[in-house]
């Protein structure tokens, strides 16, 4: 089964960090480029970072550039999204989604689709 799956999220105070990971079963990820997405109550989906497969381009949204960085970890098959200085407003649930190589990609990286979509793992950033 091919599948992705988010973990590390949970309550942190506002200042702290996390560490979320990407996992994939079925399917090597090194030949996918992944986004990471957020969604908060009642606020639309936002894109928040995305790595090209060979892990050379990076993009970082306006509201997280400085505290949020996106890695690769081919031999654990996994890709890391790092959270640091939260704040309240990073509240969400996070997602993150695989494209294959034949998804056109920006200039940094995004795909433009993606084939495959994890469930999501709750940040809630609170005092």
């Known amino acids: 089964q091919l599948q992705l799956v988010e973990s590390g999220g949970g309550l942190v105070q506002p200042g702290g960090s996390l560490r979320l990971s990407c996992a994939a079963s079925?399917?090597?990820?090194?030949?996918?480029?992944i986004g990471w997405f957020r969604q908060a109550p009642g606020k639309e989906r936002e894109r928040v970072s995305c790595?090209?497969?060979?892990?050379?381009?990076?993009y970082y949204a306006a509201s997280v550039k400085g505290r949020v960085t996106i890695s690769r970890d081919n031999a654990k098959n996994t890709v890391i999204l790092q959270l640091n200085s939260l704040k309240t407003e990073d509240t969400g649930a996070y997602y993150c989604?695989?494209?294959?190589?034949?998804?056109?990609?920006?200039?940094?990286?995004?795909?433009?689709?993606?084939?495959?979509w994890g469930q999501g793992t709750q940040v809630t950033v609170s005092s």
């Open positions: 079925g399917f090597s990820l090194q030949y996918y480029a």
């Open positions: 989604a695989a494209a294959g190589p034949t998804i056109a990609t920006s200039e940094f990286g995004c795909p433009y689709e993606y084939n495959y």
């Open positions: 790595i090209d497969s060979a892990g050379g381009r990076t």
